[in-house]
C-alpha cells in the first residue's frame, strides 16, 4: 500500500468539488438509477460469498444496490460529505453490510487479496493516474476477483481532447475520459483480462448538467461558445445535440466492462 500524502493533495479538486454538491448527487437520478447500474451489476454478479469493494463510491448508488447480494460491502470515496450521504442511506435501508470511509482509488487502503469484486461507477474519468488505480484494483482482489467498472468513454482521440475542455470548464476535477482502445491497453498492463464490455447510451440535458455542477451564467456561456465553434460534423461526432440553434443536450457512451485476475 503507498503512501496517502501525494495523491491526498493532488485529488484536492475532486474532493472540494464533491463535497460542495453532495445534495445534488444524492439527489440525481443520473446516478441513483442511471442506465449503467444494471449492466454493471449484471456483469460483477455477485454472490453473499463476495467481499466487494466501491471504489469512488461517491453517494453510494453502487454500494447500495449490491449490499442486498454480497456478504459485505466497503465505499470508498475521497469526498466525505458525499460518504455522509452513503452511509445516511444504507442506515435508512437497514444495510448493515455496508461501510464508508474515505480514501483514495490510486492508494487503497487495504491489504493485498482482501475483496472478491470490486467496482466502480461513473468515477475513473476523474482519476489523474488510472494506470495505479487499476494496479491497486488487482493488487486488494483476490484471484480469480473481477472488476467492474462503468465510465464515460470518448470515441476517438480527437473527441477526447476537445471533450476534457468541456467537461473540464464544467466540473474542475474531470482528468480525462478516455477511448475504448486507451482502456484496454492500461487494463492488460495491470494484469486485467478483458473478458466483456459494452456502451451504454446517455442523453445529458444541457440545462440539468450545468445546474448540477452549480456552473455560473458565465460558464454556461463558455461552454456554449466552446460547442458553437465546432464545424457541423465535429459537433455530431462530440454527440452535442441543439434544437432551434441552441445546445439542449449531449450524448455519451457509458462503458460498462468486467476486468477478471485471473
Ligand atoms: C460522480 S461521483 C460518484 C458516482 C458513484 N460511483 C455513483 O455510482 O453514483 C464521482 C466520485 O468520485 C470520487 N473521486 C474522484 N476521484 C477520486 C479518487 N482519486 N479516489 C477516490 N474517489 C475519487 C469523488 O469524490 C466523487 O464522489
Request: aromatic share 8%; net charge negative.
Amino acid at each position: 500500500m503507498p503512501n496517502n500524502t501525494n495523491s491526498d493533495n493532488a485529488n484536492s479538486a475532486s474532493r472540494e468539488y464533491f463535497n460542495a454538491n453532495a445534495r445534488k448527487y444524492a439527489a440525481s437520478e443520473v446516478h441513483r438509477h442511471g442506465p449503467s447500474l444494471p449492466v454493471l451489476l449484471a456483469y460483477a454478479a455477485p454472490t453473499p460469498q463476495d467481499r466487494a469493494l466501491d471504489v469512488a463510491t461517491g453517494t453510494g448508488n453502487t454500494a447500495h444496490a449490491l449490499s442486498p447480494q454480497v456478504g459485505k460491502v466497503v465505499g470508498l470515496d475521497l469526498a466525505e460529505g458525499m460518504l455522509a450521504h452513503a452511509r445516511q442511506r444504507a442506515q435508512d435501508d437497514g444495510q448493515t453490510n455496508a461501510s464508508f470511509m474515505v480514501g483514495s482509488a490510486e492508494e487503497i487502503p487495504f491489504p493485498d487479496a482482501s475483496f472478491t469484486l470490486v467496482t466502480s461507477r461513473h468515477a475513473p474519468h476523474h482519476f489523474l493516474h488510472l494506470d495505479r488505480f487499476l494496479a491497486e484494483a488487482f493488487r486488494v482482489l483476490k484471484g480469480g476477483g473481477r472488476l467492474v467498472i462503468a465510465d464515460q468513454i470518448s470515441p476517438t482521440p480527437a473527441v477526447q481532447l476537445w471533450m476534457d475542455k468541456y467537461q473540464t470548464m464544467r466540473d474542475p476535477s474531470h482528468h480525462t475520459q478516455r477511448t475504448v482502445e486507451a482502456w484496454q491497453e492500461l487494463a492488460q498492463a495491470a494484469g486485467f483480462v478483458w473478458t466483456q464490455h459494452t456502451l451504454v447510451p446517455y442523453r445529458l440535458d444541457f440545462a440539468w448538467w450545468t445546474a448540477q455542477s452549480g456552473c455560473t451564467p458565465e460558464t454556461v456561456e463558455r461552454l456554449r461558445a466552446h460547442a458553437d465553434a465546432l464545424s457541423e460534423a465535429e459537433q455530431q461526432a462530440a454527440g452535442l445535440e441543439y434544437g432551434g440553434g441552441e445546445l439542449v443536450a449531449h450524448h455519451e457512451q457509458m462503458m460498462v466492462v468486467r476486468l477478471e485476475k485471473r
